[in-house]
């Protein structure tokens, strides 16, 4: 069984996400987009590391501070680059 405080509920990181802008139509499509791969992504993290801490406890706080949080900010990340790379339309 897993607990879900806030902070780990990717809330915080789908608002931090959203704060781009561009092309209204654009924007709204790839927040919305965005937003749900960032959820599932995290559901599958809060899976994988309850996982990995029933069959690794001894390696609870790399995983919980340091593997994990790298998956969801890294996805965020390569989302706001793909962002940047494919929608922005930001002149050369």
């Keep these: 069984m897993a607990r879900v405080i806030e902070g780990c ?8 996400f959203i704060a781009f ?11 919305i987009v965005g937003s ?15 996982m990995m801490l029933y069959n690794y406890p001894n390696q ?11 998956i969801i900010y890294g996805t965020t990340f390569l989302l706001w680059v793909i962002w940047v790379q494919k929608f922005s339309h930001l002149k050369k």
């Design 9 to 16: 509920n990717s809330i915080s990181i789908i608002i931090l």
């Design 21 to 31: 802008s561009g092309p209204k139509r654009a924007t709204i499509i790839y927040a």
């Design 36 to 50: 749900f791969i960032i959820y599932l992504i995290n559901i599958l993290r809060i899976a994988f590391l309850t």
């Design 60 to 70: 609870q706080m790399v995983l919980h501070n340091l593997v994990f949080p790298a």
